[in-house]
């Protein structure tokens, strides 16, 4: 009898579930060190998340027969945010003495790796998943994971924590400006597909 589910995609969704084991650990390790009110909130929030998506995965594929796996809820996360560009005095930074040092900026940072992590490994799983449910479901967790990084990093960003170095106004413009948009009427042109296949190439000689 075949197996429900490629060799694959289950090694893929073994990974994932094992990393989200070691993430929420992590995020469990890492909360007695958070003292800011809105980061503990938000790290209150997307432990409880990630908990009932990890448990929402793991009842998906061991009753999994091809059908059932559902790509879960989507994380709300805040909208209303507008970036702060440029560097003002980063503080200096270098690695902890002990753990006693551990502050709020690394568990900031601690969770935003966590999550950049994840999202890039469920990605890469679902594009080696055969099944269409368990696909949905890695997707939706790699889009879940990008956007609570990205509610980490509002509040770093706000905070001070993750500063955004910026070029001059005209070095980013000429980078961006270079790119100009295709012609797409160009493939469509009249007897485009003849003249390219009738062009000939120069034949190799031995």
């Known amino acids: 009898m075949a197996a429900h589910l490629g060799a694959h995609e289950t090694m893929e969704v073994h990974e994932v579930l094992s990393a989200t084991i070691t993430g929420i650990n992590t995020m469990q390790l ?4 958070a003292k800011d009110p809105q980061l503990t909130q938000i790290m209150d929030k997307q432990l409880q998340f990630t908990i009932d998506e990890y448990n929402r995965c793991v009842q998906a594929v061991q009753h999994l ?13 805040s909208k209303n945010f507008t970036p702060t560009y440029g560097l003002d005095h980063p503080a200096p930074a270098s690695p902890n003495a002990s753990a006693n040092q551990i502050d709020d900026r690394d568990v900031a940072c601690a969770l935003l790796g966590l999550h950049k992590s994840s999202a890039s490994m469920k990605i890469i799983a679902a594009l080696e998943c055969a099944n269409p449910q368990l696909r949905s479901m890695m997707q939706q967790g790699a889009v879940n994971c990008s956007e609570q990084a990205y509610e980490v990093w509002q509040y770093m960003n ?3 924590y993750y500063q955004v170095p910026t070029m001059k106004e005209m070095t980013t413009n000429t980078v961006l400006n270079h790119y100009q948009p295709a012609n797409a ?3 469509g042109a009249p007897g485009y597909y003849q003249r390219t296949a009738t062009m ?3 034949t190799m000689t031995q």
């Open 30 to 33: 890492y909360r007695p060190h």
């Open 65 to 77: 027969s091809g059908q059932g796996a559902t790509p879960g809820s989507p994380y709300a996360a």
């Open 158 to 160: 706000q905070a001070g």
């Open 185 to 187: 009427n160009a493939m």
């Open 200 to 202: 000939t190439y120069p």
